[in-house]
């Protein structure tokens, strides 16, 4: 399965959706997150998998980085 970021942005994926608005917050688990705005929710797992927003938000930060 695909990776919503990679490894290693992963703690500034986090931190860049923060400045976006979303609210972050950790799995009980404490190896992934989920964040939310408004009515659209997202989630990381440990494994770096994640729903259809995760992916879409994960993208287009991999895409600015490589800008």
Do not use: C, P
């Not at 931190?15 to 009515?39: A, R």
């Amino acid at each position: 399965m695909k990776k919503v970021v990679k490894a290693r942005n992963l703690i500034a994926f986090r931190i860049w959706l923060e400045k976006l608005g979303y609210t972050v917050k950790n799995l009980t688990d404490g190896k992934g997150f989920t964040f939310s705005f408004k009515k659209e929710y997202g989630l990381v797992t440990g494994e770096l998998e994640g729903n259809s927003l995760a992916m879409q938000l994960g993208e287009e930060f991999e895409d600015h980085l490589k800008a």
